[in-house]
């Protein structure tokens, strides 16, 4: 074949090589822009539908509404979400508190008031063992005085009488499933926890009663004045033999114990009644505002059962510290002091003992006697 023929038949071969692969690369762009089209209108036809479904569906259905979980989660946290009546506070769906209070009954609370009763009784036991019984220094007399009269005593014992009846059974509301259950079992547990709760529930007007009368009785013996400080300086006396600081009818011991008394005892009757008429009272939320102006940013907007969660758990942490002290006055007002038990018992006491625990108060006494029978002599003439 000759030259010329050859290169045009080349020419003619590699134009149409040329031609196809163009063909080709057209029709792949094509295709890609057709995909391309095709897959972005798929999105936005995606993206319309949730708009849509989130704009219409219900919660719960898929894609409904953002996301479930997330409402959830915020429903479980008690957030606060928009409500159109008055009270906003409903704008709480689930109270999650109970949760916490649970926790803190449970937990804390539980383990710790355990520890506080048994340390008191184990500091107790270990001051009886290392300083025995009190005893009346100088020995009876075999004189006694009177140191409470009948109305004195029996205010007293509705008091003790009462506290002793609400605690035992306020303990067992805390402790007795755990304790008793054991013993006696569950059945027999479940009715003694009835029992005891409506033994708290009435016995709690009588200790209220106890705690007025006792107020009214004797609050004019219980203002600090100047032998306290030395009582207390001494430690009453308590720790030593033959140590008796002077003190009026109550020493400075007595007159810390009598306004704990009170106010611990305000306190938890305060609490306790709210918790006895539900709803009725908000106890917190006034507190919390007379605290803020102290310049505290305590929560004033508390709903109801908020109010109810915080006096459970204060009724209890103060009743608990109550139990404390009170053990402790037990003791002494009992095996740890010989001729204490008396003044309470009969109403008399052993001269001997009045001397050495209230030397101002017997002074006081024995001046009284002698104006008195100074004035009948007078009288007689
Ligand atoms: C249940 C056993 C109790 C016993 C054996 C007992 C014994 C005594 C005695 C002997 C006194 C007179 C102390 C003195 O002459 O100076 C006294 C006073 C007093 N008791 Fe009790 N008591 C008991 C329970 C309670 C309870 C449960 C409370 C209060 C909730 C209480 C509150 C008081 C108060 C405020 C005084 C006057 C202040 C003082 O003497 O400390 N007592 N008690």
């Given at each position: 074949?000759?030259?010329?023929?050859?290169?045009?038949?080349?020419?003619?071969?590699?134009?149409?090589?040329?031609?196809?692969?163009?063909?080709?690369?057209?029709?792949?762009?094509?295709m890609?822009?057709?995909?391309?089209?095709?897959?972005?209108?798929?999105?936005?036809?995606?993206?319309?539908q949730?708009?849509?479904?989130?704009?219409?569906?219900?919660?719960?259905?898929?894609?409904?509404?953002?996301?479930?979980?997330?409402?959830?989660?915020?429903?479980?946290?008690?957030?606060?979400?928009n409500?159109?009546?008055?009270?906003?506070?409903?704008?709480?769906?689930?109270?999650s508190?109970?949760?916490?209070?649970?926790?803190?009954?449970?937990?804390?609370?539980?383990?710790?008031?355990?520890?506080?009763?048994?340390?008191?009784?184990?500091?107790?036991?270990?001051?009886?063992?290392?300083?025995?019984?009190?005893?009346?220094?100088?020995?009876?007399?075999?004189v006694?005085?009177?140191?409470?009269?009948?109305?004195?005593?029996?205010?007293?014992?509705?008091?003790?009488?009462?506290?002793?009846i609400?605690?035992?059974?306020?303990?067992?509301?805390?402790?007795?499933?755990?304790?008793?259950?054991?013993?006696?079992g569950?059945?027999?547990?479940?009715?003694?926890?009835m029992?005891?709760?409506?033994?708290?529930?009435?016995?709690?007007?009588?200790?209220?009663?106890?705690?007025?009368?006792?107020?009214?009785?004797?609050?004019r013996?219980?203002f600090?004045?100047?032998?306290?400080?030395?009582?207390?300086?001494?430690?009453?006396?308590?720790?030593?033999?033959?140590?008796?600081?002077?003190?009026?009818?109550?020493?400075?011991?007595?007159?810390?114990l009598f306004?704990?008394?009170?106010?611990?005892?305000?306190?938890?009757?305060?609490?306790?009644?709210?918790?006895?008429?539900p709803f009725?009272?908000?106890?917190?939320?006034?507190?919390?505002?007379?605290?803020?102006?102290?310049?505290?940013?305590?929560?004033?907007?508390?709903?109801?059962?908020?109010?109810?969660?915080?006096?459970?758990?204060?009724?209890?942490?103060?009743?608990?510290?109550?139990?404390?002290?009170?053990?402790?006055?037990?003791?002494?007002?009992?095996?740890?002091?010989?001729?204490?038990?008396?003044?309470?018992?009969?109403?008399?006491?052993?001269?001997?003992?009045?001397?050495?625990?209230?030397?101002?108060?017997?002074?006081?006494?024995?001046?009284?006697?002698?104006?008195?029978?100074?004035?009948?002599?007078?009288?007689?003439?």
């Amino acid at each position: 074949m000759p030259r010329s023929t050859t290169s045009v038949a080349t020419m003619k071969n590699n134009t149409a090589t040329y031609a196809r692969k163009a063909t080709v690369i057209f029709l792949l762009a094509l295709m890609a822009i057709f995909l391309t089209n095709s897959f972005s209108q798929t999105g936005s036809l995606a993206q319309a539908q949730t708009q849509a479904q989130n704009s219409q569906s219900p919660v719960g259905a898929p894609l409904g509404n953002s996301s479930d979980s997330d409402m959830w989660r915020a429903v479980k946290r008690g957030d606060r979400g928009n409500v159109s009546i008055i009270d906003k506070k409903s704008g709480v769906l689930i109270q999650s508190g109970g949760q916490f209070l649970r926790d803190l009954r449970n937990g804390p609370m539980f383990s710790y008031g355990a520890a506080a009763i048994i340390g008191i009784i184990a500091l107790l036991s270990l001051f009886y063992m290392l300083r025995g019984r009190i005893r009346i220094d100088s020995g009876k007399s075999d004189v006694t005085v009177t140191r409470f009269n009948s109305f004195e005593r029996f205010s007293h014992w509705l008091l003790a009488i009462s506290f002793v009846i609400l605690g035992l059974s306020g303990l067992n509301m805390i402790y007795g499933k755990f304790l008793l259950t054991p013993l006696v079992g569950k059945s027999s547990y479940g009715d003694i926890a009835m029992a005891g709760k409506w033994l708290h529930n009435f016995v709690a007007f009588a200790f209220i009663l106890g705690l007025v009368l006792i107020l009214i009785i004797w609050i004019r013996h219980n203002f600090p004045n100047r032998h306290d400080i030395v009582w207390l300086l001494k430690g009453g006396g308590m720790f030593t033999r033959g140590t008796h600081p002077p003190a009026k009818k109550f020493n400075a011991g007595q007159k810390i114990l009598f306004w704990l008394i009170i106010l611990a005892g305000a306190s938890i009757a305060l609490s306790g009644v709210s918790l006895l008429f539900p709803f009725q009272f908000s106890l917190f939320a006034d507190t919390f505002e007379i605290i803020n102006r102290l310049g505290f940013n305590l929560p004033t907007e508390l709903t109801g059962i908020e109010e109810m969660q915080l006096s459970l758990v204060w009724h209890s942490v103060v009743s608990i510290f109550m139990v404390c002290v009170i053990i402790a006055h037990i003791y002494i007002g009992s095996v740890g002091m010989e001729g204490a038990f008396d003044a309470m018992g009969s109403g008399e006491v052993d001269k001997n003992w009045a001397k050495e625990h209230h030397s101002i108060w017997v002074d006081e006494l024995e001046s009284k006697e002698r104006a008195k029978a100074a004035s009948k002599q007078v009288a007689a003439e």
